[in-house]
């Protein structure tokens, strides 16, 4: 299990006007080849999130972007052809016992690529809101979106997300080493089971690749997110250790 809570409770949310020059991008990974390919959770954020930098000013072509996973994370081959052109790649894969340098070959995401994402994407990351509303109000012309996929699960509305003064999103943990046939019913079920936190959840995300052949596939991962960062702490106690 892991939470990404700490990163709002340890750091310091600026603005993106703020933010200085990056030397080094960290990101996730569930599975990443030598080539420098990786796969994420499906949702595209942090492909986004570098292009919103770049175009800041933040991180350019040749900053060097990095990952950290478990060594059997590492998979020889991914296909290029399940891979979209604003990915980003990696340069350097760490893992407890090695660290690889890449032999990455493609460039990176210099803009948003507004017609690959779609609306709900603006709950997810409030700033692209701001972006999208200050490039409309710079051209004069309205920034035609994109789809939402259908594997993204559908939100409970969350307006309050938007304004300035709420940019924090929801603690979410991440649940490893599932069955690949198991559904969000399933994990709300052992939730439910084994901790007293089932009216505390306010979402379940099935983790999968999102471009394998044209289909889904899933990747034996969930993340929960939950209304408070107590709340996703006391879950992470709660099942460490329960098997799936």
Known sequence: LACSVNVFEQGRLVK????????????????????????????????????????????????????????????????????????VDVDIIVTPTRIIRTTRSRGRPKTIEWPSIGPRKL???????????????????????????????????????LDDKSLIPSPRVIIGNLAYEATKLDIRNVIEMETSLSQKVRSIFLIGSRRHRGRWKPLGMARVTMTSTSHAHDLIKDLDGVKP
């Not at 796969?39 to 986004?48: A, C, F, P, Q, Y």
């Not at 004069?140 to 309050?160: A, F, L, W």
């Open 16 to 87: 993106l006007a703020e933010v200085s020059k990056i030397d080094l991008f960290i990101v996730g990974s569930v599975a990443v080849s030598p080539s420098g390919f990786r796969i994420g959770e499906g949702s595209g954020l942090t492909d986004i999130e570098f292009a919103i930098l770049h175009q800041a000013g933040a991180v350019h072509e040749n900053t060097i972007v990095a990952t950290t996973v478990d060594d059997e994370q590492i998979v020889e081959e991914i296909d290029r052809n399940e891979m979209a052109e604003y990915d």
């Open 123 to 161: 709950l997810d990351m409030p700033v692209l809101k701001h972006l999208k509303r200050e490039e409309e109000q710079r051209t004069g012309t309205e920034i035609e979106m994109g789809q939402d996929s259908p594997r993204v699960e559908v939100k409970s509305p969350r307006s309050e997300l």
